[in-house]
């Protein structure tokens, strides 16, 4: 893969946040084949196969899903790369279709077939939920003692499902996408940020090129997702108070699709449902942005590098309606206002935007949402030994 070299980038305490990258070509080939770019004519980054190869065996890549149709599932399995280990972490519905065993079976097969690791996972199983608990890790768990629902939830137990199945990198795609091709091209994207980090500490994110809307019997392609737009916009302010320079650094506030280096995943706070991917950028600048106290000193010293990716392939999914959007953009929003880093300017820009889109009545307040500590704290040792037997044969092949 060519990828240009990002020109800008803001620094925020530990964390590096480059702009926007563009890639150039997204097969450049085997190393001794690939264009020569050393010349400093081309400011680009050259990933050759192998180096891509090398990363993607070392990765997780996590699909969640919840009441997907079987044939995008299918569509987003068969597109990730052979070499990846895979984790599907389901909530679908049990009734009154048991949606799990199909998945189940799907997965199975595709085991069976391709010789791929993959596991799925349903997160209300009560053996995984009960190895948190062992671990140590019981935030995450309901009133009953059973992994609560939410994409975010799905994600941190995948997490820890990557980490004792020892990979370096974990990437997330949703699992309601109609374009295997992009699928194929997000996990070449993760490894090439990888590749090209100088730090352990990593997060890629993919911005998509373009998301096709049907408008009056023609396509349109739209250029930023109803709810990226506005957390991006909160996001760049809140960035822009502190550095005393307007920026539009952040464009991926809202990245579904992302990937984080192991390590970095084990040391950031969590959010629930789809609040998550906002309160990365949240969590980045409270915990190692130097304002506040500094949880893990040897990250910030390390440095955080955050990379944002444009993808090539349009990003179509399942379409939901406008009160999904306002309730993803008010989740985004209660995270960086309850956040210790949001000024008293933002959080009345907070207020008054959500109020004027309906998602808060006039004077209402904006309640706090749900957050989880850094996986850090959980057992790994006491969790694989708490996990279900064929499990471990799936996940630990
Ligand atoms: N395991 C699990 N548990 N998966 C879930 C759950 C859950 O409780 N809820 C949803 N999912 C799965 C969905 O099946 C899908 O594969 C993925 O999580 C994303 O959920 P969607 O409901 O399709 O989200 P979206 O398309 O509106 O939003 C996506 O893109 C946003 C950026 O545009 C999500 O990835 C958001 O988190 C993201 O901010």
Redesign the pocket.
């Known amino acids: 893969m060519i990828i240009e070299i990002p020109g800008e980038l803001e620094r925020f305490g530990g964390n590096i946040i480059y702009e926007l990258q563009r890639v150039l070509l997204l097969d450049s080939g085997l190393r001794k084949k690939a264009p020569d770019l050393d010349s400093s004519a081309y400011p680009y980054y050259n990933i050759s196969y192998e180096e891509s190869y090398a990363i993607e065996s070392k990765m997780s890549i996590v ?6 149709p079987l044939k995008l599932l299918e569509g987003v399995l068969f597109a990730i790369p052979h070499h990846c280990h895979v984790i599907v ?3 679908s519905s049990k009734v009154p279709a048991d949606r799990f065993v199909m998945e189940k079976k799907l997965v199975d097969n595709i085991r069976k077939f391709t010789r791929r690791p993959i596991s799925i996972v349903y ?1 209300k199983d009560k053996k995984l939920s009960g190895a948190l608990k062992d671990a140590g890790y019981s935030s995450v768990l309901d009133s009953k003692g059973i992994i609560k ?3 975010g ?2 994600m941190i137990l995948a997490m820890a499902l990557a980490k004792a199945a020892g990979k370096k990198y974990i990437g997330f795609i ?3 996408n109609y374009f295997p091709g992009s699928v194929h091209e997000y996990v070449k994207e993760y490894a090439a940020g990888f590749s090209i980090s100088e730090s352990r500490f990593t997060m890629v994110r993919i911005a998509w090129y373009s998301k096709p809307e049907i408008s009056k019997d023609n396509l349109f392609f739209t250029k930023q ?1 109803r ?2 737009v506005v957390t991006n916009k909160f996001l760049n302010k809140i960035i822009s108070y502190y550095t005393g320079f307007e920026t539009e650094i952040v464009r991926t506030g ?3 699709e992302h990937a984080l280096s192991t390590e970095l995943a084990m040391v950031l706070g969590y959010s629930s449902g ?1 609040s ?2 906002s309160y990365h950028y949240i969590n980045l600048l409270e915990n190692f942005g130097g304002l506040d106290t500094i949880p893990y000193k040897k990250v910030m010293n390390d440095f955080i590098e955050i990379f944002q990716i444009n993808s090539r392939n349009p990003h179509f ?2 379409k ?1 309606g406008s009160r ?1 959007i306002r309730n ?1 953009i008010k989740d985004s929003l209660k995270v960086m206002y309850h956040s210790s880093v949001c000024p008293e300017p933002i959080r009345e820009e907070i207020i008054q935007d959500l109020t004027a889109r309906e998602a808060l009545k006039e004077g209402e307040e904006l309640e706090k949402g749900i957050y989880y500590p850094p996986l850090a704290s959980l057992d790994f040792d006491k969790f694989k030994d708490s996990l279900p037997g064929p499990l471990t044969e799936t996940l630990l092949p």
């Open positions: 699909v969640p899903v919840k009441d997907v972490v389901s909530n997160q629902s939410g994409k939830e799905g949703d699992a309601d997702g709810s990226s809202n990245a579904g789809y998550i991917e999914h399942q939901k999904h993803m």
